[in-house]
């Protein structure tokens, strides 16, 4: 119903920036909140990011609330992290997953069982 694939990640110096982008085949892609979320080496998968299906709704981490943006277009059924200081534990395999509620008419969750759709994760590594 809904396919994912993430790209834009990369090697980086710590400090710099970087933009990934979820690009997404689907009807109801539009419809769903999205997530990012990310696993580092020896690491459980941890939710960093959320935007509800409007666009008008995001949750962050902690670890990344004053340095990550995220954003939608529904128009070209995209969402995009905007990564700024960048430090190096935030090395990961950093995944972007659509909300299993159609129209959820609340805030985007964080629970990563409440997403069904999942890309193939883009590597995003920062070097000290």
Not at 30 to 41: C, N, T
Not at 51 to 70: C, E, M, N, P, Q
Request: with cysteine; glycine share 10%.
């Amino acid at each position: 119903q809904v396919q994912l694939v993430e790209s834009g990640g990369g090697l980086v110096q710590a400090g710099a920036s970087l933009s990934l982008r979820c690009a997404a085949s689907g009807r109801t892609f539009s419809s769903r909140a999205v997530g990012w979320f990310r696993q580092g080496p020896g690491k459980e998968r941890e939710f960093v990011a959320a935007v509800s299906w409007s666009g008008s709704g995001t949750l962050y981490a902690d670890s990344v609330k004053d340095r990550f943006t995220i954003s939608r277009d529904n128009a070209a059924n995209t969402v995009s992290l905007q990564m700024n200081s960048l430090k190096p534990e935030d090395t990961a395999v950093y995944y972007c997953a659509a909300d299993s509620t159609y129209r959820r008419a609340y805030g985007p969750p964080v629970r990563s069982t409440e997403y069904n759709y999942w890309g193939q994760g883009t590597q995003v590594t920062v070097s000290s």
